[in-house]
């Protein structure tokens, strides 16, 4: 079985977030433990495997992600990864839909050679910052909001691009604080350079201490920007060691995220399902 390994949110190779790309050719998932063990032995931020639906249903491709760790609701650049690999060999062109935990997402190539992913749009709710947080995270939150359901971060404001790209965060003591991870993030220091706002991700419990580029997490980067920036169509930079762009679109209850993906490895997994 190929099995590819694809970095999302970036233009050139060894940048971005790498994902595991499988494309199944049976009716349906194997067990999910299985899937769990190959996660675990591709042991990058996810992986994604996706098999052919039935033509004439509400979507093309049934899809899931997992960590290292476990199986998680949303992913943003796995799916772009999926996408690309399912245009990149000819199975799928214009506009490809899947379905998954999170609903129905679709992914739709653009004439440059970039995705479009449409997404939920994160339901944002401010809270008080919970004891410990600022400590866990090493910087004093500006505002503190939850992500909602599907996503379940913390989304953390901080004063500035500099703090944000300083952080070390105690990871053991960050997994308390949010279901999935926490997302900290400011205004650019320098909107000249490119991009609108900055982040990083941390999901230690899911077993990724920093996530290089995290396409979820800008389905509620987006509208917590949007709101204080004025505009729906931002730039957004993870400012992770790898880093990555992530364009993002604000529509109501939906978020289109557009970036690139480049494949980097094409192998064989000797081992069946």
Known sequence: MRIRIVDAFTDRPFSGNPAGVLLLETAAFPDAERLQEIAAEVN????????????????????????????????????????????????????????????ILTATARPDGSLTLDFPTAALRQETAPPGLAEALGAEPVSVHDTGEHIGDLLVELRD??????????????????????????????????????????????????????GSAHTALAPFWSARLGRDDLTGLQASARSGFVHTALRGERTLLTGNAVTVIDGELLTTL
Not at 164 to 190: E, K, M, W, Y
């Open 44 to 103: 990058l931020s996810e992986t994604a495997f996706a098999h052919p639906l039935p033509p004439g249903g509400e979507a093309d491709w049934a899809l899931r992600w997992f960590t290292p760790a476990t199986e998680v609701d949303m992913c943003g650049h796995a799916t772009l990864a999926t996408a690309h690999v399912l245009h990149t060999t000819g199975r799928a062109t214009g506009t490809v839909r899947f379905t998954a935990r999170c609903g």
């Open 161 to 214: 691009e500099a703090t944000v790209r300083a952080l070390q965060p105690d990871f053991a003591a960050l997994v308390a604080h949010s279901r999935r991870g926490v997302i900290a993030t400011s205004a650019a220091g320098d909107p000249a350079r490119g991009y609108d706002y900055v982040s990083r991700g941390f999901f230690p419990g899911v077993g990724i201490d920093e996530d290089p580029v995290t």
